[in-house]
């Protein structure tokens, strides 16, 4: 990260009045973390802050205070706008509405395109959250328990409970530091990754039931059918691809979650040795060498049949 540039970027933001803080489409906790963080913490300020998501809150994060806030659309005009978490502009949805090019896009995704006008990006942060517990306090951005509940959820639900292979001791100690100013760590790790829906626990069923296996290579397949009969009211795979990827001798675990508007969402997991965000990029999509997503047109089992050819080619499986 270079410490210039973000400190250029965060004293324009200390002067600005009104604030866009977005983030992306199908937003996950850090997604929504950062985005309620960075809100309340320029609120506190005394700046008027929109916090907007093109699909707006999801239920599952509601808990958060703050979620009340999220829009699903901006109105006004704005001094300055930030995009959050968000690898490329097309994540962003129809977030930013007819805003021109953004300010600010904080991120850690390696793949990031780098449309704002200041790139903030740090591929060694574990979360968008954990760049904004360094740098808000850093530039005197006051991290009230509400600020540091957001963030701290945001660097849990991306770290997967500060297991995944990219945690650092630097994540920790920022960790820490919003349990001291009063982050809940159990109430939010219990929240945002131990406990789902009866109906979640019957859609993984579903998913389970077809489960296969090629080498090194894993799969679930989730149809829209599936969703409609266990009730399931999301349009994810209920975070069945973390359960996919404990399993023993999956080097890569994919899932394939139908969608409604003739898209699949492929979701890919790996092992250090292999680097899937290069498999997702393929897709238009991107990630992380050991995470990353893709949103492919087309029929089901012809993208899962070429999803599964293209991975294994490319990762030498
Ligand atoms: P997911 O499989 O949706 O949990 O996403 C895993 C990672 O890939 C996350 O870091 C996402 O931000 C990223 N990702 C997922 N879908 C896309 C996409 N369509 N375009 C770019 N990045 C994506
Ligand atoms: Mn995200
Ligand atoms: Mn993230």
Redesign the pocket.
């Known amino acids: 990260m270079d410490e210039r540039l973000i400190q250029s970027a965060f004293r324009e933001l200390r002067s600005a009045k009104h604030v866009l803080v977005v983030s ?1 489409i ?1 937003p ?1 906790g850090d997604a929504v973390g950062s985005l309620i963080g960075l809100g309340l913490s320029l609120q506190n300020l005394g700046k008027e802050v929109q916090m907007v998501l093109s699909d707006g809150m999801p239920k599952i994060f509601r808990h958060l205070p703050g979620s009340d806030q999220v829009k699903h659309r901006p109105t006004g005009s704005f001094d300055m706008t930030l995009v959050l ?1 968000c ?2 502009i097309e ?1 962003t949805g129809s977030s930013l509405s007819d805003n021109p090019i953004p300010d600010v896009n904080l991120d850690h ?1 390696p ?1 990031n395109t780098g449309f704002a006008r200041y790139n903030l990006v740090d591929e060694k942060a574990v979360a968008t959250s954990e760049i904004l517990a360094e740098y808000l306090p850093k530039f005197g951005f006051p991290i009230s328990k509400q600020v540091a509940d957001a963030l701290l959820f945001g660097m849990i639900t991306d770290t997967l409970g500060f297991r995944t292979n990219n945690m650092t001791p630097k994540a920790l100690q920022l960790a820490a530091q919003l349990m001291e100013v009063g982050g809940d760590l159990p109430r939010l790790y219990q929240r945002g990754l131990l406990s789902r829906t009866f109906e979640a626990a019957l859609y993984w069923g579903a998913g389970l039931s077809g489960l296969k296996r090629d080498g090194r290579m894993l799969w679930a397949t989730l149809a829209l059918e599936d969703r409609r009969i266990v009730g399931y009211p999301g349009n994810d795979d209920a975070d069945l ?1 973390s359960l996919l990827s404990t399993i023993e001798g999956a080097d890569v675990a994919i899932m394939f979650v139908e969608q409604g508007n003739g898209h699949v ?1 492929v ?2 997991r790996s092992q250090p040795e292999f680097d899937v965000s290069q498999v ?1 990029l393929n897709f ?5 060498a050991a ?5 492919i047109k087309g029929e089901l089992n012809d993208i899962q049949a070429n999803v599964l050819a293209i991975t294994k080619s490319i990762l030498e499986l």
């Open positions: 992306h199908r996950d978490d690898s490329d994540r995704h793949t691809i969402k979701s890919w997702a238009g999509g991107g990630g992380h995470a990353a997503g893709a949103s």
